[in-house]
Structure formats: structure tokens, C-alpha cells
């Protein structure tokens, strides 16, 4: 897909672009075992959730924490090198909702931030052009620019139908808007086919293909995945989907107690002082007794599907969505709730596990350098979170690196032209570098 929505500063969107890949344009860093990289931290007390470039302008996007006095997103223009702000959005109203959102740099230069309901558009140096309380009073979870410049965004609903709304760049007013069948929580992901716009959409049961005509959505009936059936609830509702090698590649079972705890208030994760936040770890046993699955779905044939159990350890779950390196050839998964991270590979008949790290417990989005076969993933252990960059063909790691983030979360890795990779999770932001 020519993301022709974004900004062409190679990262202007979370996972890259809006087919989520999470593949570097740039160089990686060529680890060798034994190296020991640099490390930058920066405690900012906030959620922080994902880096974005322009050109060589890098910003940081978040909200607040659920003890946080205010509820409100936020951006900061930051160093590249150092992490410290050099400018910052005003508070930004969300609706009191807490929940992560996103950041993008849409192709006309403009900066654009979703927290909560609502969509903020900025300027270069972080200052407030636009506002939109969005028409669904719920947290929106990420955005996509669409091949025409329109700008597409979801809200999360774990019960109710979810709600497509499109919105218009310049004058930042909603154009149109479609409920969905089913209720939504994972983000949505994007690409183009020889019909135009094609939105995939991750639902309660099902795996839904929006498209957009450049007037309204549609939703496309001769493609609907069903993933998961829930009168049986043996498994939990889908993340992000990641669109490569002609289909599309998602996980189960992400609707963990945590997540349901912050979606059984109005607003979406406001608490009273008297909370208990344990209620909050993502570490809680999982709300069924599946395990972690790993789904493949042509993109051009929704028959033509795959599901295979990855530990088969019940009680699976996980906070992020996988990835597939094409390259390789490679399917990535995980289980974060009981550990571990895998490799299978998909040959045209199948899905077969090449290797398995138990020993790994990922949460985050990863990070793929294909040039020189490296994956970045966090490990989230008692002791506080580490990067590990890991051989995509062997499952081997050659670096692991302590952050100085005390918190796991299921945040987001940004790369950098020297290699470097950006780390965004709560509390704490951290950039590691080659030596």
C-alpha cells in the first residue's frame, strides 16, 4: 500500500503505517551477542504511548494514569537524542476518559492526537489548530489516514456496536460515520486493494472489511472473519490485526481483566481515590480458560484461514497484536498472561512452529529491522521491563537491556535512522542505541 495519507517521514503513524507491519525503514542495529547498547530514560510520571516522526522532528504522545488529578492527552516535540521536550501541546480535553490513543503526521504536515472522544489537530510546534469532540462518547483507540486525506477513527466497546467515524483533514468536521455490527476493541488497520480503501476492523466474533468510497463506509459482505465463537467463552476478544503477505494476522484473547476493568466505568478508566489499581495489572489470571491462538486469514479469500494454539497453556492472553515478517516468511506470537514468544512459519499449506522462547514474556507492540533479521520486543519481569532483540529466523537473542521502566505495558517501539529504538510505556520513555 502507498500510504498516501501520511507524512513521507518514514514513521509517521504507530507500527509505521497503516498496515501495522512494525517493519523499520531504516537500518538496524546489527547486534552481536555480548553488546552492550546505550540507554537514555526519561521518567515523565505520565502513560506515554507511542513515538512519530517528521522528517527529523520526533514527537510523544499520551494521557494520564489512572491517579493522575486530570484527565487529558497530550503531545511533546522531544529530543531525539536526550527524550526531553523542547515543545508541548496544551492539555488536551479526551472527555475524561483514560486510554491510550494515538498520534499521527498526515501528509499536508499537520500533527494529529486522539485521547478519549476527541481529535486535536497541531501544528509543527505542538500548538492547538483544531478540535473535535467526536460523535461516540467513548475512548477512541487509534486512527487511520485514509488515501484521500480523510481521517478515520474507531471507538473501543467491549459490549456495544462500535462506531467508524471519518472526519475531514482541513476542516477537522466529521463527514460520515457507520455503526459496525458488533462491539470493537482492537485498532483498526488499513490498506488498498483494486476497489480503493479497505478497512479491517476486529469485532467481538468476527474480523470485519470496511471500505470507504470517498463518501461513506460500506461494509464489505463477502468478507467476514469469524474468529471466535462467544457462547462458548473459552477465549477473549482480538487486538490489532497486521496486514502482510497477502493476509492478515491476529491474536485472541486480549480482553483481559484489566481491560475489562477500565471498560466498566464511565469515563473509560476514571476511578475513585479509594481504587484498589491491582485491579489494573494485566498480570491477573485470564477471564477464560483457552489458550493463546494465533489467527491467519487470506486477504483475498476469506476461506483460506489458519488458527493454531501457541503453548497450548491455558488461560492465555496478551495486550499487543502480532507480526508477520514477509521477508521470512514468519509469524511472530506470543503469550503474555503465561509466557513466551514463538516463531511459525507459513508456507502456503499451514502454519508450522519453528522455534519457542518460553522464558520471554512480551506485552508490546514489537519492532522488525528486516535487513539485518532482528526483532525488538520488551520482557516484562519482576524486576522491571528489558528490550530484547531476538533473531527472527531462530528465535535466538543477542542483547537484552534493562530500561529503567518499572511498568510493562502494551505500548509502542518506534525506530530511529541510527538504529536506535524508542520505548513508550507508563511512567517511563527510553531510547536504546548502539554503542
Not at 498520534?103 to 497541531?122: A, E, K, M, P, Q
Not at 477512541?140 to 462506531?163: M, P, R, W
Not at 514489537?366 to 520482557?379: C, I, K, R, S, Y
Amino acid at each position: 500500500m502507498t500510504a498516501t495519507g501520511y507524512h513521507g517521514s518514514g514513521w509517521p503513524t504507530e507500527c509505521g503505517g497503516p498496515q501495522r507491519r512494525k517493519l523499520s525503514p531504516w537500518p538496524g542495529p546489527g547486534y552481536a551477542a555480548g553488546d552492550t547498547p546505550r540507554v537514555w530514560t526519561r521518567t515523565t510520571g505520565l502513560w506515554n504511548v507511542m513515538f512519530v516522526w517528521r522528517d527529523d522532528a520526533l514527537y510523544l504522545q499520551g494521557t494520564t494514569t489512572a491517579r493522575h488529578p486530570g484527565a487529558f492527552g497530550w503531545v511533546e516535540r522531544v529530543d531525539p537524542e536526550t527524550l526531553e521536550p523542547i515543545d508541548r501541546s496544551p492539555d488536551l480535553p479526551c472527555g475524561g476518559h483514560r486510554w491510550c490513543g494515538a498520534i499521527l503526521v498526515h501528509r499536508d504536515g499537520g500533527v494529529f492526537s486522539i485521547n478519549g472522544n476527541h481529535l486535536h489537530r497541531l501544528d509543527p510546534a505542538c500548538s492547538l489548530e483544531a478540535e473535535l469532540r467526536l460523535p461516540v462518547d467513548q475512548t477512541h483507540n487509534g486512527f487511520l489516514a485514509l488515501s484521500d486525506g480523510t481521517i478515520a477513527a474507531k471507538d473501543l466497546q467491549l459490549v456495544e456496536a462500535s462506531t467508524i467515524t471519518a472526519v475531514d483533514p482541513t476542516s477537522v468536521e466529521v463527514v460520515a460515520t457507520m455503526r459496525l455490527p458488533e462491539a470493537s476493541m482492537g485498532r483498526i488497520a488499513g490498506d488498498i486493494d483494486g476497489d480503493g480503501d479497505v478497512i479491517y476492523v476486529p469485532g467481538r466474533e468476527h474480523i470485519w472489511r470496511v471500505r470507504w468510497d470517498g463518501e461513506r463506509f460500506h461494509l464489505d459482505e463477502a468478507w467476514q472473519y469469524r474468529y471466535r465463537d462467544d457462547a462458548t467463552g473459552t477465549h477473549g476478544l482480538a487486538w490489532d490485526s497486521c496486514l502482510s503477505g497477502g493476509h492478515l494476522w491476529s491474536m485472541d484473547c486480549g480482553d483481559i481483566a484489566s481491560v475489562r476493568e477500565i471498560f466498566s466505568v464511565r469515563p473509560n478508566g476514571t476511578f475513585g481515590p479509594s481504587f484498589d489499581l491491582a485491579r489494573l495489572s494485566w498480570q491477573r489470571p485470564a477471564p477464560w480458560s483457552g489458550a493463546q491462538r494465533l489467527h491467519r486469514v487470506s486477504t483475498g479469500d476469506v476461506t483460506d484461514a489458519d488458527v493454531v494454539e501457541l503453548s497450548g497453556a491455558a488461560g492465555g492472553g496478551i495486550i499487543a497484536p502480532p507480526v508477520y515478517v514477509d521477508s521470512h516468511r514468519m509469524a511472530v506470537a506470543w503469550d503474555s498472561l503465561r509466557g513466551g514468544i514463538g516463531g511459525w512459519r507459513f508456507d502456503g499449506a499451514g502454519l508450522e512452529r519453528l522455534w519457542w522462547r518460553p522464558g520471554i514474556r512480551p506485552t508490546m507492540q514489537p519492532l522488525v529491522f528486516d535487513d539485518t533479521g532482528e526483532l525488538v520486543v520488551n520482557d516484562a519481569t519482576p524486576d522491571g521491563d528489558h528490550l530484547v532483540v531476538i533473531d527472527v529466523a531462530t528465535g535466538e537473542s543477542s542483547v537484552r537491556v534493562d530500561v529503567g521502566s518499572r511498568l510493562a505495558n502494551g505500548m509502542f517501539l518506534t525506530p530511529g535512522r541510527d538504529g536506535s529504538v524508542y520505548y513508550a510505556s507508563t511512567l517511563t520513555v527510553a531510547r536504546v542505541a548502539p554503542a
